[in-house]
């Protein structure tokens, strides 16, 4: 059993070394339901090589409301069976099953070209938090957070299944043992001056949900595209309103960016940040502009397209600035 790595590519493959073998057929059951079956020709003594995690990938739906973070992962099975016929039917000459027993477990991250094939979560001992710490001390885990603010943090159980540890508006530190095994302790950030902070939920590269706050200030923008014709405003008379528009706008398409802050994080924190200009979902939790008494969570994509790591040696204080922009238009068009 293994936690697999779905935006990396996952390979399952086995010989076909048993009698005359004509076909490949891959069955795929995900969630506990056959999703695949797919047949192609083989040969004996030939590789039934096949990628999963594409496949796999389509049936992650991971969903932030704000509030509930759900452990969206599925359940994955793979058997690869050779067949005397060419259409993947007749008698079954070998099967190999993956995992041999159990179920695989895919989460929606990734692995670096440098991990290697086939990268597993948490690319180390079980259980985790899955947030990435200072390498230079592993056994050790921080968060930055505002002062008076609860939260959460991801972690993987000994069987590889994902939950979410939600700690107080004034705890410092989380005691491993059955959760991520390793402490983890709560920075507390005074940022008033700048408002209450903004958090960034993200999906990171071990597949989870991590909060991310930047703590200075929010610049918002709102921009627009739109077409313009000009039209005739001459009556029949041949006389015309002054008050009419003669060049026109329509199709006008709007949206808003943010800018923010993040305030000074330690070197090591890079690797957040990376994460997030890596991740295909994120979330925004704002103060709603209609009710300054309530929030709002809005899906929004990174801007930027490149990061340039900061160092305390080349930038003696890390802060970045990240643009973020709604992930819908402004004006409600959805039809």
Not at 82 to 100: I, Q, V
Request: charged residues 15%; proline residues 4%.
């Amino acid at each position: 059993m293994a936690a697999i790595a779905l935006r990396s590519p996952q390979y399952r493959s086995a010989v076909s070394d048993t009698g005359n073998p004509a076909s490949a057929k891959l069955e795929l059951t995900i969630d506990g339901t056959l999703r695949y079956t797919l047949v192609k020709s083989t040969s004996l003594n030939s590789k039934m090589t096949w990628e999963i995690a594409e496949l796999c990938r389509d049936y992650l739906n991971i969903i932030f409301t704000g509030t509930a973070y759900t452990a969206e992962t599925v359940t994955i099975v793979a058997q690869l069976t050779s067949h005397a016929s060419t259409d993947g039917s007749g008698t079954a000459l070998t099967t190999d099953r993956f995992p041999s027993s159990g179920n695989d477990i895919g989460y929606d991250g990734y692995g670096t070209f440098m991990q290697g094939s086939n990268p597993e979560i948490p690319f180390d001992n079980r259980p985790r938090w899955l947030i990435s710490t200072d390498p230079n001390t592993p056994d050790v885990y921080y968060i930055y957070v505002p002062n008076n603010t609860a939260g959460t943090i991801p972690w993987m159980n000994v069987n590889g299944d994902l939950f979410y540890y939600t700690y107080t508006a004034n705890q410092t530190q989380v005691i491993g043992g059955g959760y991520g095994q390793y402490n983890v302790n709560i920075n507390r950030i005074d940022c008033t001056k700048y408002g209450d902070g903004h958090k960034i939920t993200f999906v990171n590269k071990f597949g989870a949900l991590q909060d991310l706050w930047f703590f200075l200030k929010i610049v918002n923008t709102t921009s627009k595209k739109q077409e313009r014709f000009q039209r005739s405003i001459i009556t029949g008379s041949g006389s015309y309103d002054v008050n009419s528009h003669m060049k026109t706008d329509f199709n006008t398409v709007a949206n808003q960016t943010m800018t923010l802050s993040s305030g000074y994080y330690p070197e090591w924190a890079s690797q957040w940040f990376e994460q997030l200009l890596l991740s295909e979902q994120v979330w925004l939790t704002r103060t709603d502009p209609f009710d300054s008494s309530d929030s709002e969570t809005v899906p929004v994509n990174v801007i930027k397209n490149s990061m340039v790591q900061k160092t305390s040696v080349n930038d003696r204080l890390i802060d970045y600035t990240f643009e973020f922009q709604m992930a819908a238009d402004y004006i409600n068009n959805v039809r």
